[in-house]
C-alpha cells in the first residue's frame, strides 16, 4: 500500500504472499443494502486461489509474477477444496445464490485438484457454475471430470486473435489453431457449454487480422459456442503495451 500522510507519501515495501488457506472469506454483507440487484443478479464470484501458470502479454498475471519474483517465487496457489467448499456453502445457505461464477484466470492447470473438488462440490453444493479454462488444459480427463457435475453451465476460454502466429508472437500465447479445434471437438463430445474471447484492435492488427479472427469463431462455434467480443485494452506496465 502506498499512502499519503501529513502531505507526504509512504510507501509499503511488497510483502511475502500470504497462505491463501489462511484468507478471509469476503465480507458479502456489506454490498446487500443493494439487494434488489444482487437478487436479479442471481450469481456470486469467487477466487478459489492465487495466480496463473501462463504469461500472456496482454494479462497482469506476468506482471504480478515479476513484481513478486525477488521475495516470492509461489505466485500460483489454489486453497484446499474444503476451504472453497465451505465458502460455497456459505453462498448457497445464506445468500440463497443460484449459481457460482469462479473466476481465477483458469482453473484447469492442476487436475488433480480440480478432480477432488467437483466430486465434493457434486456431493455438497450441486448448484449451476462455470469457469475459466485455457485450452492446452482441455483433454478428455478434464471434459469427463466437468461433465459428470451436470452443472456447468459454461467454460470461458480465450481465442483472442484467429491467427495463431499474431497470438504466439504479440500475445506470448503459443496455442495452435489445430489444438483450439481439438478442444472444441472435445467440449463438444461431452455437450459443455463454452465462451470465446476475442480482442478487436490489438497492437499491430491489421483488418485482414481482424476478419481472419471473425472467421476463425464462426468455425470454432459450433452449437455450444458463444463468442464474447472485446476491445483491446492498454494496461500501463503490461508487456504488450
Not at 500472456?56 to 474444503?82: G, W
Request: charged share 30%; proline share 3%.
Amino acid at each position: 500500500l502506498w499512502v499519503k500522510k501529513n502531505g507526504k507519501i509512504i510507501k509499503n515495501k511488497i510483502r511475502k504472499f500470504r497462505d491463501v488457506n489462511q484468507q478471509l472469506f469476503y465480507d458479502r454483507d456489506i454490498y446487500r443494502d443493494y439487494d434488489s440487484y444482487f437478487k436479479d443478479l442471481g450469481f456470486e464470484q469467487i477466487m478459489v486461489g492465487r495466480g496463473c501458470p501462463y504469461r500472456c502479454s496482454y494479462c497482469f498475471n506476468h506482471k504480478y509474477r515479476e513484481l513478486y519474483s525477488s521475495i516470492d517465487k509461489k505466485y500460483c496457489s489454489l486453497r484446499d477444496p474444503d476451504k472453497v467448499i465451505e465458502e460455497c456453502l456459505v453462498l448457497k445457505n445464506k445468500y440463497k445464490i443460484k449459481n457460482i461464477f469462479f473466476n481465477d484466470s483458469t482453473l484447469g492447470y492442476n487436475k488433480t485438484w480440480l478432480k477432488e473438488f467437483l466430486q465434493k462440490y457434486k456431493e455438497e453444493i450441486d448448484l449451476p457454475f462455470s469457469i475459466n479454462a485455457t485450452v492446452m488444459e482441455i483433454d478428455e480427463e478434464f471434459c469427463k471430470s466437468i461433465a459428470e457435475t451436470k452443472k456447468c453451465f459454461i467454460i470461458r476460454i480465450g481465442l483472442e486473435t484467429g491467427n495463431e502466429e499474431f497470438r504466439k508472437n504479440v500475445l506470448n500465447k503459443p496455442i495452435p489453431n489445430q489444438q483450439y479445434i481439438k478442444a472444441i471437438g472435445l467440449l463438444n463430445k461431452y455437450r459443455i457449454k463454452y465462451s470465446m474471447a476475442i480482442m478487436l484492435g490489438l497492437p499491430g492488427e491489421s483488418l485482414e487480422y481482424a476478419l481472419e479472427t471473425l472467421n476463425r469463431c464462426s468455425e470454432l462455434k459450433g452449437k455450444r459456442g458463444i463468442i464474447a467480443v472485446n476491445i483491446f485494452k492498454p494496461f500501463p506496465k503490461l508487456d504488450i503495451t
